[in-house]
């Protein structure tokens, strides 16, 4: 399936749209329908959402801010989607409140743990939303890529800051709030009922390479996205990157 992120965009991404599709697909073959379910919980204005609804599924985004809503709303409309892009006030929290206990294919968790009060709830909640047999999406930040990257900017000490803050945070001007290693998100996965499948590093080098390098090499950013989807797997670069995608899988016959 092709890549439906912009190129630039494609290398902050491609990693987890390579997971995803491979889940999505064995998702379609296992229950025989083409139109999956997904919920995408804070999904923002659509940076997944979107592209998942031009594969012709079928995609509810809750999400706590006005803004986020209406940017999504006007994009699913431009991009001939609208009709299956649903975007409904909400958060992680009171997700019931607005989407259905039980009612989705696969859900969406990116980029959200890092805000909410208690992680585990959250994940609670997502899993909560699958169907058996669903499949949960989670992407959150790192912390080693984090330490890395203050460190190669020379800012020592809050690299140091960031090692030994129990969320992760290099200072008071640190505008995530909460950062996660593997270990942990995929602890959290198995403390709310599912199986672990894939962990993937998202970001491993991207972040740190000087954009020039980038932008003016002939053929280096398709070099850049091959190395990012070769290291992404190796437990190795999990301790360095930006990012981490763990997939979650819940049971066929009982749900989660
Ligand atoms: C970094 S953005 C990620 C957006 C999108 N998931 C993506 O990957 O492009 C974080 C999103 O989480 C939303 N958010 C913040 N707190 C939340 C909460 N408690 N429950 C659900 N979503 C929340 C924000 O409004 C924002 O849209």
Redesign the pocket.
């Known amino acids: 399936m092709s890549d439906p992120m912009r190129p630039r965009a494609a290398l902050r991404t491609a990693v987890v749209w390579d997971v995803l599709q491979d889940a999505l697909e064995r998702r379609v073959k296992a229950t025989g329908r083409q139109a999956l379910d997904v919920l995408?919980?804070?999904?923002?204005?659509g940076?997944?959402a979107v592209p998942l609804a031009r594969l012709g599924h079928r995609v509810t985004v809750?999400?706590?801010?006005p803004n986020?809503l209406f940017a999504l709303e006007r994009r699913a409309a431009e991009e001939g989607v609208a009709d299956r892009v649903h975007g409904v006030q909400?958060?992680?929290?009171g997700l019931f409140d607005v989407a259905e206990r039980g009612g989705y294919d696969v859900v969406?968790c990116?980029?959200?743990l890092?805000?909410?009060?208690d992680p585990a709830e959250?994940v609670r909640n997502t899993v909560a939303a699958l169907r058996p047999g669903g499949v949960l999406s989670l992407?959150a930040a790192g912390l080693g890529g984090a330490v890395l990257a203050r460190a190669l900017a020379g800012h020592f000490t809050e690299a140091r800051q960031a090692l030994d803050d129990p969320n992760g945070r290099w200072g008071e001007g640190d505008p995530v709030p909460r950062r996660f290693t593997a270990e942990q998100l995929t602890g959290l996965v198995r403390g709310a009922g599912l199986e672990v499948g894939a962990v993937h590093g998202v970001r491993v080098f991207s972040d740190l390479v000087p954009g020039v390098l980038v932008d003016t090499e002939p053929g280096a950013q398709e070099a850049l996205l091959k190395l990012e989807a070769a290291a992404a797997e190796l437990a190795a670069f999990h301790s360095v990157a930006t990012q981490l995608h763990v997939l979650g899988e819940a049971g066929e016959a009982d749900g989660a």
Do not use: I, K, Q, W
């Not at 809750?62 to 801010?65: E, M, R, W, Y």
């Not at 890092?114 to 009060?117: I, K, L, Q, S």
């Open positions: 995408d919980t804070g999904g923002g204005s940076n997944f809750v999400d706590p801010s986020a909400g958060d992680a929290r969406l990116h980029g959200v890092e805000y909410v009060d959250g992407l």
